[in-house]
T-cell receptor, first 115, second 117 residues
Framework: DTGVSQDPRHKITKRGQNVTFRCDPISEHNRLYWYRQTLGQGPEFLTYFQNEAQLEKSRLLSDRFSAERPKGSFSTLEIQRTEQGDSAMYLC?????????????FGPGTRLTVL | AQKITQTQPGMFVQEKEAVTLDCTYDTSDPSYGLFWYKQPSSGEMIFLIY??????QNATEGRYSLNFQKARKSANLVISASQLGDSAMYFC??????????????FGTGTLLAVQP
């Protein structure tokens, strides 16, 4: 399978716990994005990596959120001290800068439920 | 700031008929891209079609076409010959394409399309 993969697909946690999500982009893609989608809304940008460098972070990304992309391959998104408002679908996407549409390919998402 | 507006929360269409999903955008940057994504109930985001701001012709991909009206800042999606499998949420999105841009996608709120047999 050469698409974007995310793990886990579903996560249920109690308020106050830490959670970590993983994203494996398409192997030759140097750009990686995290988005968050709440019910009935379009995805909202969280953060962007070009290779291993985190080049942009949304104001949505509070201090409880941290993202990494060691060695420019897979990425992790960690949420510390989860709150009920963190319940959402977390989507990862990757793309390759170059000619063409710069289409972003999305993974299946991780659905987080905070109880 | 960039913004995407989708004013149709939901649409019905009869199978085999054409349907237009509306999208307007706002940006002061001259170089940008416009996308349409489909999100079925399973949740994955599926790329449908792309239009660059400097493209002279409207984009087409099979049954999908993008009606790009730059002066009106609209980028409507036209689906011809609707199929039952087209029932899904449809999102319009844009990116800025200037050198150094992150190309992050800015999404609208989506339109839920229901295709009726």
């Amino acid at each position: 399978d050469t698409g974007v993969s995310q793990d886990p697909r579903h996560k249920i946690t109690k308020r106050g716990q830490n959670v970590t999500f993983r994203c494996d982009p398409i192997s030759e893609h140097n750009r990686l994005y995290w988005y968050r989608q709440t019910l009935g809304q379009g995805p909202e940008f969280l953060t962007y990596f070009q290779n291993e460098a985190q080049l942009e972070k949304s104001r949505l990304l509070s201090d409880r959120f941290s993202a990494e992309r060691p060695k420019g391959s897979f990425s992790t998104l960690e949420i510390q001290r989860t709150e009920q408002g963190d319940s959402a679908m977390y989507l990862c996407a990757s793309s390759s800068r170059g000619l063409g549409s710069n289409e972003q390919f999305f993974g299946p998402g991780t659905r987080l439920t905070v109880l | 700031a960039q913004k995407i507006t989708q004013t149709q929360p939901g649409m019905f269409v009869q199978e085999k008929e054409a349907v237009t999903l509306d999208c307007t955008y706002d940006t002061s940057d001259p170089s940008y891209g416009l996308f349409w994504y489909k999100q079925p109930s399973s949740g994955e985001m599926i790329f449908l079609i792309y239009q660059g701001s400097y493209d002279q012709q409207n984009a087409t991909e099979g049954r999908y076409s993008l009606n790009f009206q730059k002066a009106r800042k609209s980028a409507n999606l036209v689906i011809s010959a609707s199929q039952l499998g087209d029932s899904a949420m449809y999102f319009c999105a844009m990116t800025l394409n200037y050198g150094g841009a992150t190309n992050k996608l800015i999404f609208g709120t989506g339109t839920l399309l229901a295709v009726q047999p």
